[in-house]
């Protein structure tokens, strides 16, 4: 009987302790898939993040957890909500990143350049591959360089944007297609000195961000198979024009535009751009800049739009600005231009509410905490701009469009890159349109100019309106997903 008893017992212990083996296994394995134990799971996924938290407070009125993490892309990753927390992690992570790798370009952004460009450019470049880049084109997009260099264009274009418009006779016009051809003319005629002939360059970029990240999970099998990511026609279409541009350039036959030699002309005398290898890494630096230097803008454009036929007192007020600032637009100098104040607000404060790059990846590269959590080395950091631009504590009535809320503000005309973005004022610290630190965006000031210029030209020519249905949007470029017809009235006319 006793005998049975401890036999009983030994059999009772094994079952105890194997339940408390099989129970820490479960336990461990569950730590294991969750790196980020008390971090709360989000609900929203990559593509859909600004929609959905949109509904989410309208329907809730729910706040954000300060940091969130999300399966996608094969990993967990960790995304930052809290406006103070994601600006700390890109200014100062990345500024650490120079001196002992805290935070860097991530893989994600890094793989898609790659498999839609090619070889290393702006857009993939890690390490000194990317600072010395940074270091040369830097300089080439501050206000001084692009004023005296692409002022007279775009007031050119603006003004056939008017002619465009107005040669619809009063028909509504899809202007989102006009601004894309523009803006991607702008960045080409700064780029190779002359505006490409029609379909020459092909400015269509690719917008299925969800075939975007499914090839990026597949990129073995492209990379076995030789395929090129989505985007390839028009990469390898571009890739060929910006050939012609460089050997018309070295047998002398380029354009020279008012004022010195273009920026690909420019470029080629240094030394970092010369040979076999620098000749292909121009290549791919002029292809990443057209790439990112057209649709974002001309989309921001469109929305702007969009918001002046919601808010036809701000349309208005930009139309008064301009009139009294500006009374020869035509005579446009860089001070003029300063004194367009509610103007440049309510541009601010349109890509605020649509910020064209919806997420902004970055990864630890290093261990690293951020507020309690300890981040592990190769995680990808997830920011979403329109999250942050749209917090409710930093931006009062987050969904409202107000650029008053910016008149206040200690604002330059333009920004100075090489700050790397670390500006005054707690809403400009966290307004993360363009991100922020090392890796701020290079065409920023361009972008700002670009749509000072047009906007003036279009409000003081025309009353705009609009009584389609609310735009949708696709992918993490916000473009508008259909057409979008606007209705021109002529003033004065
Ligand atoms: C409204 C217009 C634009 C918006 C909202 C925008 C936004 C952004 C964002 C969010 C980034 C990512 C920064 C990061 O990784 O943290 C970026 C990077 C970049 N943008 Fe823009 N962009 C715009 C226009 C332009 C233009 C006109 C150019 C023309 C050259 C340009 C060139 C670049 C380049 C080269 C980078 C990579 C910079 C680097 O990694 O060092 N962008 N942009």
Redesign the pocket.
């Given at each position: 009987m006793l005998k049975d008893l401890v036999q009983h017992d030994k059999a009772v212990r094994f079952a105890a302790v194997s339940i408390a083996v099989a129970a820490a296994y479960i336990a461990i394995s569950r730590t294991m898939s969750n790196p980020f134990p008390g971090v709360p799971k989000t609900e929203a996924n990559l593509l859909d993040m600004p929609l959905y938290d949109r509904k989410r407070r309208d329907e809730k009125g729910e706040m954000l957890p300060p940091l969130e993490q999300l399966d996608a892309l094969g990993s967990t990753l960790i995304v930052v909500n809290d406006p103070k927390l994601a600006t700390s992690v890109?200014v100062e992570g990345q500024n650490k990143y120079l001196l002992g790798h805290k935070v860097g370009?991530s893989p994600v952004?890094a793989e898609f350049h790659s498999m839609l460009i090619g070889g290393e450019n702006?857009?993939n470049a890690r390490g000194a591959g990317?600072r010395w880049r940074?270091d040369v084109l830097v300089p080439q997009?501050q206000p001084r360089k692009l004023v005296s260099q692409v002022l007279p264009s775009v007031i050119q274009k603006s003004k056939d944007l008017i002619d465009h418009v107005k040669s619809h006779n009063g028909n509504p016009v899809d202007i989102d297609k006009y601004f894309v051809e523009l803006t991607g003319n702008v960045?080409c005629e700064y780029l190779f000195g002359e505006v490409p002939q029609p379909g020459e360059v092909l400015f269509d970029n690719f917008r299925r961000t969800d075939v975007i990240f499914l090839s990026f999970m597949l990129r073995p099998i492209f990379q076995f198979f030789g395929w090129k990511g989505p985007g390839a026609r028009e990469i390898n279409n571009n890739r060929r024009y910006v050939q012609r541009m460089m050997d018309k350039i070295r047998s002398g036959n380029g354009q020279q535009p008012s004022g010195s030699p273009p920026l690909m002309e420019q470029l080629m005398k240094l030394k970092v751009y010369q040979g076999k290898q620098g000749e292909e890494h121009l290549i791919n630096d002029m292809l990443?800049?057209i790439f990112?230097?057209?649709d974002?803008?001309a989309h921001?454009l469109t929305y702007l739009v969009y918001g002046l036929t919601q808010e036809l007192s701000v349309q208005k007020k930009i139309r008064e600005e301009v009139t009294g600032q500006l009374p020869d637009l035509s005579a446009i100098t860089p001070s003029s231009l300063s004194k367009l104040t509610y103007t440049s607000a309510a541009i601010k404060e349109n890509?605020r509410i649509h910020?064209?790059?919806t997420v902004?990846m970055?990864e630890a590269y290093d261990d690293f905490m951020i507020d309690k959590t300890l981040v592990p080395k190769g995680t990808t950091i997830v920011i979403s701009?329109a999250r942050i631009n749209q917090h409710p504590e930093i931006f009062k009535q987050p969904l409202a469009f107000l650029p008053e809320r910016w008149l206040a503000e200690d604002e330059d005309m333009f920004n100075d890159l090489e700050a790397n973005g670390a500006d005054k004022g707690l809403m400009n610290s966290t307004y993360l349109?363009?991100?922020k630190?090392?890796?701020?965006?290079?065409?920023?000031n361009?972008?700002y100019l670009e749509m000072r210029i047009v906007i003036s030209y279009l409000v003081t020519h025309f009353n705009i309106t609009y009584d389609g249905p609310i735009p949708q949007t696709v992918g993490m470029i916000v473009a508008p997903k259909d057409e979008i017809l606007f209705n021109f009235q002529p003033i004065n006319a």
């Open positions: 890109l370009r952004m702006i857009g990317w940074r997009f960045i990443l800049m990112a230097g057209h974002t803008t921001s890509m910020p064209p790059v902004a970055h701009t349109t363009f991100s630190g090392t890796h701020l965006c290079l065409g920023m361009l972008a």
